[in-house]
């Protein structure tokens, strides 16, 4: 089994930075992409950015593109989503996620094996 523990959310007025963090415990694999996703009230789960096992291929939405930046240790038990230039769109729970695939491309909610608990983050105007 593996538990995955975010932190770093809370309130930002727009134009501000937060950084996310995502600590894996349990046994891991270095070939697992990690991911995250967000979740705003009324709407779908969405894809926002992943890292691919230790080769540390990275890809973001086209609405994140730029202004996020997905990162991990080495281990890959640590990743980190450093958000940028936040907009009020960006308000939503955020999840860790964690593919087992071996390093899968996939943005996709349905190939993801776990997932954290969210952590709100929340920009005003």
């Known amino acids: 089994q593996v538990q995955l523990v975010e932190s770093g959310g809370g309130l930002v007025q727009a134009g501000g930075s937060l950084r996310l963090s995502c600590a894996a415990s349990g046994r891991t694999r270095n070939s697992w992409t990690m991911a995250w996703f967000r979740q705003a009230p009324g709407k779908e789960r969405e894809f926002v950015a992943h890292?691919?096992?230790?080769?540390?291929?990275?890809a973001y939405a086209d609405s994140v593109k730029g202004r996020f930046t997905i990162s991990g240790d080495n281990a890959k038990t640590t990743v980190y989503l450093q958000m940028n230039s936040l907009i009020p769109e960006d308000t939503a729970v955020y999840y860790c996620?964690?593919?087992?695939?071996?390093?899968?491309?996939?943005?996709?909610?349905?190939?993801?094996?776990?997932w954290g608990q969210g952590t709100q983050v929340t920009v005003s105007s």
């Open positions: 996620a964690l593919n087992t695939f071996p390093y899968s491309s996939s943005t996709a909610v349905k190939d993801i094996d776990y």
């Open positions: 890292i691919r096992g230790n080769v540390g291929t990275t």
